[in-house]
T-cell receptor, first 111, second 116 residues
Framework: AQSVTQPDIHITVSEGASLELRCNYS??????LFWYVQSPGQGLQLLLK??????LVQGIKGFEAEFKRSQSSFNLRKPSVHWSDAAEYFC?????????FGQGTRLTINP | NAGVTQTPKFQVLKTGQSMTLQCAQD?????MYWYRQDPGMGLRLIYY???????DKGEVPNGYNVSRLNKREFSLRLESAAPSQTSVYFC???????????????FGAGSRLTVL
């Protein structure tokens, strides 16, 4: 069954530094993969999605993610983080018509 | 355009009390979902409704009931609240039924429930 794992519970980076958040998915025919962001006290907002085609996906707020079938990964990247990127990030996939989430990665930004 | 609206935003209950969380969407979406969010657990699906008139259990349905009142509304009921149900609850909806964009979920702002 399709599922996702986020190995990092908490990551701290300095403002202006690059960011990579990891997401590994279990084997599936054609995974539908998503990254959502949750700002403190807010609901979840879609950053980007991958269904098929180009393996490098651009999202909102300057984020991108790359689907790598050989590594079963869908890592989220941003070249230069801003203090406003501090939030919790969730990788997700569809399994039996239901959206299944990873455990989440909390991102802290140091000034 | 309001999107997904949840009420109430905050609620404190005593063990054994009952309550209903309300959810409404104005995007004409077919599918609706209830998730709970607990620290370190991500979001776990409680119940979902693939279309009006249908409901199905998710990963953690015990202690909850749902009603898909019409296409817009999907309520979550706790019949006898327990401290283990202290959580933040999120309602979501999606178009589903076809098209690559149909699987994207739109979330409400969440309802924080505390059971004493």
């Amino acid at each position: 069954a399709q599922s996702v794992t986020q190995p990092d519970i908490h990551i701290t980076v300095s403002e202006g530094a690059s960011l990579e958040l990891r997401c590994n998915y279990s084997y599936g025919a054609t995974p539908y993969l998503f990254w959502y962001v949750q700002s403190p006290g807010q609901g979840l907002q879609l950053l980007l999605k991958y269904f098929s085609g180009d393996t490098l996906v651009q999202g909102i707020k300057g984020f991108e993610a790359e689907f790598k079938r050989s590594q079963s990964s869908f890592n989220l990247r941003k070249p230069s983080v801003h203090w406003s990127d501090a939030a919790e990030y969730f990788c997700a996939t569809f399994r039996a018509q239901k959206l299944v989430f990873g455990q989440g990665t909390r991102l802290t930004i140091n000034p | 355009n309001a999107g997904v609206t949840q009420t109430p935003k905050f609620q404190v209950l005593k063990t054994g009390q009952s309550m209903t969380l309300q959810c409404a969407q104005d995007m004409n979406h077919n599918s609706m979902y209830w998730y709970r969010q607990d620290p370190g657990m991500g979001l776990r699906l409680i119940y979902y409704s693939a279309s009006e008139g249908t409901t199905d259990k998710g990963e953690v349905p015990n202690g909850y009931n749902v009603s898909r009142l019409n296409k817009r509304e999907f309520s979550l009921r706790l019949e006898s609240a327990a401290p283990s149900q202290t959580s933040v609850y999120f309602c979501a909806s999606s178009e589903m039924g076809g098209g690559v964009g149909a699987n994207v979920l739109t979330f409400g702002a969440g309802s924080r429930l505390t059971v004493l």
